[in-house]
């Protein structure tokens, strides 16, 4: 936890290596003190069929899943920087977009939650 999911158009990894947006994603966040830097994944899901607007060519959207507990102030400022950031590297997109979305807590479970041992219940015992 946190998960960021990149789905972009197959182009966009001739134009960066998919390191560099990962990484650029992981700076940001790592960055905001909201997560411990071990816990934050990332993954990209390039697209080689997709649609767009007439002149339009291609997108990068982030879909960025964390857990509650984050004030709406602090998702609006890490979906921000992520974009800055993504937008540096890219700065001919087409579309570029990010979301933050929460996790319930008490509908979330994990390896560390389901260990008989993890009496507890800290999602990150043995991590």
Not at 51 to 80: D, P, W
Not at 111 to 119: D, G, R, Y
Request: hydrophobic share 40%; glycine share 6%; charged share 25%.
């Amino acid at each position: 936890m946190p998960h960021f999911i990149i789905d972009c158009s197959q182009d966009i990894l001739q134009r960066r290596i998919p390191d560099e947006l990962m990484d650029a994603v992981y700076g940001v966040a790592g960055a905001t003190g909201l997560f411990a830097p071990n816990d934050i994944k990332i993954r990209i899901q390039p697209y080689q069929y997709y649609r767009l607007r007439e002149g339009k060519k291609n997108f990068l959207h982030v879909f960025g899943y964390i857990m509650q507990g984050r004030n709406t102030e602090q998702k609006a400022s890490l979906s921000k920087q992520i974009s800055i950031r993504l937008s540096e590297l890219l700065p001919d997109i087409s579309f570029l977009s990010v979301n933050i979305s929460d996790f319930e807590a008490a509908t979330y479970s994990n390896k560390a939650l389901i260990n008989p041992e993890n009496i507890n219940k800290d999602r990150h015992f043995g991590l």
